[in-house]
């Protein structure tokens, strides 16, 4: 088993400082790059919806993840509700933009965490933590206390805080955003944020300071490093040229990218004419051509058939088939 990065953190007794350093940021609400200006501690709701609590809409090991994150025993997923975007095509709408899910407190959160790694799961991977971080982390200064070893994912969809990810230092080991989009304009239209690609960008920037490139165990389970996932949308609209070309020029050019073709038309997608309908074997083709082009070597590929596979029910226990 992998040493997690935040157990040196923790036999220093900056962990739990540290969170409570991170907890102070919820008033006014400055957690992720929009800056609402909210006071959290009094509930009240910015953008995202998220109060002073954070709320989980499932918790579950996960075996669909990329390989190198669910191994063989799973990924420990915490499927965190609402988000900081408004992707108009989100398969998780139930929970990022319609609230599915349950307030928890930091106690609660934390025996979560230890429940997960009682079932044996790989790691604790946080999906959608960028409006929690706070809260998170006073969790995981709690279940370290407890005894956790686990190593942890940093699953968002990009668009983070770099002064959030530099309290992150030391505590992720994993880091796996999304590069959604090469053009704010594309951002703007579908995601509700004009400045997605600078903010996305010196963010992942910040994780492969912290973390490097991707390491993989003598079984292939990633321990360490920077994952970045691109989902190809129809029409051209996530820009993967840009998108890849920044990845492998500014980032490094041994990136390990998980190059996804599971999209489909969810949530609000069927009343937009670009986006009603799934990538073709063309547009995959190309944004493969154009990964190997751009000197891409290491990552994942899906198949097309993947659109229907990774839809998920998140009103059942296990919410993915």
Same mark, same amino acid.
Not at 133 to 144: D, E, F, M, R
Not at 260 to 273: F, I, R, V
Not at 298 to 311: A, D, I, K, N, T
């Given at each position: 088993?992998?040493?997690?990065?935040?157990?040196?953190?923790?036999?220093r007794?900056?962990?739990?400082?540290?969170?409570?350093?991170?907890?102070?940021?919820?008033?006014?609400?400055?957690?992720?790059?929009?800056?609402?200006?909210?006071?959290?501690?009094?509930?009240?709701?910015?953008?995202?919806?998220?109060? !002073?609590?954070?709320?989980?809409?499932?918790?579950?090991?996960?075996?669909g993840?990329?390989? @190198?994150?669910?191994?063989v025993?799973?990924?420990?997923?915490?499927?965190?509700?609402?988000? +900081?975007? !408004?992707?108009?095509?989100?398969q998780?709408? &139930?929970?990022?933009?319609?609230?599915?899910?349950?307030?928890?407190d930091?106690?609660?959160?934390a025996?979560k965490?230890?429940? *997960?790694? @009682?079932?044996?799961?790989?790691?604790? +991977?946080?999906?959608s933590?960028?409006?929690y971080? =706070?809260?998170?982390?006073?969790?995981?200064?709690?279940?370290?206390e407890r005894?956790?070893?686990?190593?942890?994912?940093?699953n968002?969809g990009?668009?983070?805080?770099?002064e959030?990810?530099?309290?992150?230092?030391g505590?992720?080991?994993?880091?796996?955003? &999304?590069?959604?989009?090469? @053009?704010?304009?594309?951002?703007?239209?579908?995601?509700?944020?004009? &400045?997605?690609?600078?903010?996305?960008?010196?963010?992942?920037?910040?994780?492969?300071?912290?973390?490097?490139?991707?390491? *993989?165990?003598n079984?292939?389970?990633?321990?360490?490093?920077? *994952?970045?996932?691109?989902?190809?949308?129809p +029409?051209?609209?996530?820009?993967?040229?840009?998108c890849?070309?920044?990845?492998?020029?500014?980032v490094?050019?041994?990136?390990?990218?998980?190059?996804?073709?599971?999209?489909?038309?969810?949530?609000?997608?069927?009343?937009? =004419?670009?986006?009603d309908?799934?990538?073709?074997r063309?547009?995959y083709?190309?944004?493969?051509?154009?990964?190997?082009k751009c000197?891409?070597h290491?990552?994942?590929?899906?198949?097309?058939? @993947?659109?229907?596979?990774?839809?998920p &029910?998140?009103?059942?226990?296990?919410?993915?088939?």
């Open positions: 088993m992998p040493r997690p990065a935040y157990l040196t953190l923790f036999e007794g900056e962990l739990e400082p540290r969170a409570e350093e991170t907890i102070k940021l919820l008033s006014p609400c400055r957690v992720c790059p929009r800056n609402c200006g909210v006071d959290r501690f009094r509930d009240e709701k910015g953008f995202c919806r998220a109060g !002073r609590y954070a709320e989980v809409s499932s918790v579950t090991p996960h075996l993840e990329e390989p @190198s994150i669910s191994g025993r799973g990924s420990g997923t915490i499927f965190f509700t609402h988000c +900081n975007l !408004r992707c108009l095509y989100c998780n709408h &139930d929970i990022s933009q319609e609230g599915f899910g349950e307030k928890m930091e106690e609660t959160l025996g965490m230890l429940q *997960l790694e @009682s079932e044996g799961v790989h790691n604790i +991977n946080w999906v933590p960028s409006h971080v =706070p809260q998170i982390l006073k969790a995981l200064a709690i279940a370290c005894g956790l070893r686990l190593p942890i994912v940093y968002s990009g668009y983070d805080s770099v959030m990810l530099r309290l992150l230092d505590v992720v080991d994993i880091y796996m955003p &999304d590069i959604k989009y090469g @053009s704010d304009n594309s951002a703007a239209r579908l995601s509700g944020v004009g &400045d997605y690609v600078e903010r996305n960008r010196e963010a992942l920037k910040e994780m492969h300071r912290q973390v490097g490139d991707l390491e *993989l165990d079984k292939g389970v990633a321990v360490r490093g920077l *994952l970045v996932r691109h989902l190809v949308l +029409n051209g609209l996530s820009g993967t040229e840009s890849l070309r920044f990845l492998t020029e500014e490094s050019k041994g990136i390990y990218l998980s190059l996804m073709a599971q999209y489909h038309p969810c949530y609000k997608a069927p009343e937009h =004419p670009e986006l309908r799934g990538l073709t063309k547009e083709d190309e944004a493969v051509r154009i990964a190997e000197g891409v290491r990552g994942y590929f899906q198949e097309l058939s @993947s659109s229907s596979v990774f839809l &029910d998140f009103k059942k226990r296990r919410p993915f088939k």
